[in-house]
């Protein structure tokens, strides 16, 4: 072999800088980790997790109503007026009311077609199957709301209009492939032999599928459940797309950083989905779920 | 398994008719951008390209395309070096909060995206104001890196958690330095990881409307806010659509992309 300066093994024989700082580091496990993490945590960890905290304390302040100037007093008048304000009331538990709509029927289509998938597709046709449900996930967000835009429409194929229905099959719509694939991956390592042992016992398949499958599948079920319930909790684009006049939670956010000009209250009104997001995650963390993600 | 016929057959129908409604949508904007009516009655009016020309030559359109390009390759470019750092960190130490941090890498896809939007959008205004900058093409990266690291720390890691460190030790005893055994070891090994991840965070922030809503100054128009911007004006329909039906046809390059890096286990993210 030809014996380049730069080869290790020439190296190896001589002290340069270069070798001397990777020696240091090889011996400072500390030093190498705090030089991995600092970029990374200057960038999340203060930038980012202060702009979060910034704005939770700002849903502490309120704005002046003349001005939108900030007045920096803690004030809970915020979350007063969230909470007593009827409208806001009804906004938010029609925005829980769509997530719930929107993660059920993306269970009830999403099932059964996983299920196909992973127990009854022969293993190649298995590859380009999970191919055709990823593929529209590359597909634009606003190309497949704008879809459904043009299909309801009232001169459309479907002809249906906009309002708070076609707001939740839009949705549906959008985030049916993040309920197929934890399913289909969770039925997947389901082993057969199991179905096979409740057959044997006697079991048809509605009994199969109550005592053996759904069991066993829950916490992936939950797993899609989290991004079809999440994902549908903060949209807003898709309800200005279809929803015709209806407004969510995220509308109330929106309207009051641009045209009210009150970041205290979007700022109030944004805790609201993160902390039914916790709440939901706190409860589901039991199931194992959070390792199906 | 012990499965009766019409339970089979019901299956497979429901997996046909849910691939037919997921692909359904999108053949309809297919075919529209050929449709020669201009607010697209169904059924389709005529065969007509006037659409695609209009499309092809609509500056709006260009300056979109390029803006987003540059903004989905800078963010890109920072999460590459931000994940993989990370995906070190966490895989090769073992140190107090290392859960914490993990937590903290997925928390900007997990909140909903207008929480991180406008909490960007206060922190922007508040910090860059007083030293005269505003909201622009800048801003728009930082943002979109924010919640793009996740992607190539969760390709990174998973790869470095499959490869163990036993082929560096040995690079290591055989008289390498730290540099000249990444150079030549660990890179090769975690490139095609690197692809992936990089390729999912420029498709997501090729796509990301929310949070450029709250990044974007007054100049800058990524494409999705061209998009969203033209939606509701109808003569614009027919541009819009074919915008619509070149990125449904563009998003088959990322697919086919993935197949070929990982030979078959593309993952979501």
Request: glycine letters at 8%; charged letters at 10%; a positive charge.
């Given at each position: 072999?030809?014996?380049?300066?730069?080869?290790?093994?020439?190296?190896?024989?001589?002290?340069?800088?270069?070798?001397?700082?990777?020696?240091?580091?090889?011996?400072?496990?500390?030093?190498?980790?705090?030089?991995?993490?600092?970029?990374?945590?200057?960038?999340?960890?203060?930038?980012?997790?202060?702009?979060?905290?910034?704005?939770?304390?700002?849903?502490?302040?309120?704005?002046?109503?003349?001005?939108?100037?900030?007045?920096?007093?803690?004030?809970?008048?915020?979350?007063?007026?969230?909470?007593?304000?009827?409208?806001?009331?009804?906004?938010?538990?029609?925005?829980?009311?769509?997530?719930?709509?929107?993660?059920?029927?993306?269970?009830?289509?999403?099932?059964?077609?996983?299920?196909?998938?992973?127990?009854?597709?022969?293993?190649?046709?298995?590859?380009?199957?999970?191919?055709?449900?990823?593929?529209?996930?590359?597909?634009?967000?606003?190309?497949?709301?704008?879809?459904?835009?043009?299909?309801?429409?009232?001169?459309?194929?479907?002809?249906?209009?906009?309002?708070?229905?076609?707001?939740?099959?839009?949705?549906?719509?959008?985030?049916?492939?993040?309920?197929?694939?934890?399913?289909?991956?969770?039925?997947?390592?389901?082993?057969?032999?199991?179905?096979?042992?409740?057959?044997?016992?006697?079991?048809?398949?509605?009994?199969?599928?109550?005592?053996?499958?759904?069991?066993?599948?829950?916490?992936?079920?939950?797993?899609?459940?989290?991004?079809?319930?999440?994902?549908?909790?903060?949209?807003?684009?898709?309800?200005?797309?279809?929803?015709?006049?209806?407004?969510?939670?995220?509308?109330?956010?929106?309207?009051?950083?641009?045209?009210?000009?009150?970041?205290?209250?979007?700022?109030?009104?944004?805790?609201?989905?993160?902390?039914?997001?916790?709440?939901?995650?706190?409860?589901?963390?039991?199931?194992?779920?959070?390792?199906?993600? | 398994?012990?499965?009766?016929?019409?339970?089979?057959?019901?299956?497979?129908?429901?997996?046909?008719?849910?691939?037919?409604?997921?692909?359904?949508?999108?053949?309809?904007?297919?075919?529209?951008?050929?449709?020669?009516?201009?607010?697209?009655?169904?059924?389709?009016?005529?065969?007509?390209?006037?659409?695609?020309?209009?499309?092809?030559?609509?500056?709006?359109?260009?300056?979109?395309?390029?803006?987003?390009?540059?903004?989905?390759?800078?963010?890109?470019?920072?999460?590459?070096?931000?994940?993989?750092?990370?995906?070190?960190?966490?895989?090769?130490?073992?140190?107090?909060?290392?859960?914490?941090?993990?937590?903290l890498i997925i928390l900007p896809i997990a909140l909903p995206g207008i929480v991180t939007g406008i909490a960007l959008n206060n922190?922007?205004?508040?910090?860059?104001?007083?030293?005269?900058?505003?909201?622009?093409?800048?801003?728009?990266?930082?943002?979109?890196?924010?919640?793009?690291?996740?992607?190539?720390?969760?390709?990174?890691?998973?790869?470095?958690?499959?490869?163990?460190?036993?082929?560096?030790?040995?690079?290591?005893?055989?008289?390498?330095?730290?540099?000249?055994?990444?150079?030549?070891?660990?890179?090769?090994?975690?490139?095609?990881?690197?692809?992936?991840?990089?390729?999912?965070?420029?498709?997501?922030?090729?796509?990301?409307?929310?949070?450029?809503?709250?990044?974007?100054?007054?100049?800058?128009?990524?494409?999705p806010l061209w998009i969203f911007e033209n939606l509701f004006r109808p003569n614009q329909a027919p541009v819009v659509n074919v915008?619509?039906?070149?990125?449904?046809?563009?998003?088959v390059v990322p697919i086919y992309l993935a197949q070929r890096l990982s030979g078959g286990e593309a993952g979501a993210r």
């Amino acid at each position: 072999m030809n014996a380049a300066p730069n080869t290790p093994a020439a190296a190896l024989s001589r002290r340069t800088p270069r070798r001397r700082l990777s020696a240091f580091l090889h011996r400072h496990a500390g030093v190498r980790l705090s030089l991995l993490l600092s970029a990374p945590m200057l960038w999340l960890g203060i930038a980012y997790l202060g702009a979060l905290a910034a704005l939770f304390a700002a849903a502490l302040w309120r704005a002046d109503t003349f001005t939108g100037d900030l007045i920096r007093e803690v004030t809970w008048a915020n979350f007063q007026d969230l909470f007593t304000t009827e409208v806001y009331r009804t906004i938010a538990l029609r925005s829980v009311g769509v997530a719930v709509a929107v993660t059920l029927i993306d269970l009830v289509i999403a099932f059964p077609m996983a299920f196909a998938m992973a127990k009854l597709a022969s293993p190649r046709a298995q590859r380009w199957l999970v191919i055709a449900v990823l593929t529209p996930l590359w597909a634009s967000y606003l190309v497949k709301a704008y879809a459904w835009r043009v299909m309801l429409s009232s001169e459309g194929v479907l002809g249906w209009g906009y309002g708070l229905t076609a707001t939740i099959i839009t949705l549906s719509y959008l985030w049916l492939p993040y309920m197929i694939l934890p399913i289909y991956a969770g039925l997947e390592r389901l082993p057969n032999s199991l179905l096979e042992a409740a057959g044997d016992l006697g079991a048809r398949g509605w009994r199969t599928f109550r005592t053996v499958v759904w069991p066993l599948a829950f916490p992936a079920v939950v797993a899609g459940s989290i991004f079809t319930f999440s994902l549908s909790l903060g949209d807003y684009i898709a309800v200005k797309i279809v929803g015709g006049r209806s407004q969510l939670i995220g509308n109330v956010v929106y309207d009051n950083i641009g045209a009210a000009n009150n970041l205290p209250f979007a700022a109030a009104v944004a805790t609201v989905p993160v902390v039914i997001m916790l709440v939901y995650l706190a409860a589901v963390r039991r199931t194992g779920a959070l390792e199906n993600l | 398994m012990n499965l009766s016929r019409t339970a089979r057959t019901t299956l497979w129908a429901a997996l046909a008719g849910g691939l037919a409604v997921v692909y359904v949508p999108l053949l309809i904007v297919l075919l529209n951008s050929f449709n020669a009516d201009r607010t697209f009655g169904w059924p389709p009016a005529g065969f007509t390209l006037r659409w695609w020309e209009a499309a092809w030559n609509s500056a709006g359109v260009r300056d979109a395309l390029w803006t987003s390009l540059q903004a989905a390759l800078g963010a890109t470019a920072i999460a590459l070096v931000l994940g993989t750092m990370v995906a070190f960190a966490i895989q090769r130490h073992s140190f107090f909060g290392r859960d914490a941090v993990s937590l903290l890498i997925i928390l900007p896809i997990a909140l909903p995206g207008i929480v991180t939007g406008i909490a960007l959008n206060n922190a922007f205004r508040t910090v860059l104001e007083p030293f005269g900058m505003g909201l622009g093409m800048f801003t728009v990266i930082v943002g979109h890196a924010t919640f793009c690291v996740v992607t190539v720390y969760n390709n990174v890691l998973a790869r470095l958690r499959r490869l163990g460190s036993s082929v560096e030790e040995a690079s290591a005893d055989l008289g390498a330095d730290a540099f000249t055994t990444f150079r030549l070891i660990t890179f090769p090994m975690i490139r095609s990881a690197l692809l992936a991840g990089g390729l999912l965070a420029f498709a997501l922030s090729f796509d990301e409307i929310i949070v450029t809503t709250f990044t974007a100054g007054a100049g800058v128009k990524t494409l999705p806010l061209w998009i969203f911007e033209n939606l509701f004006r109808p003569n614009q329909a027919p541009v819009v659509n074919v915008v619509a039906a070149a990125l449904i046809i563009l998003s088959v390059v990322p697919i086919y992309l993935a197949q070929r890096l990982s030979g078959g286990e593309a993952g979501a993210r």
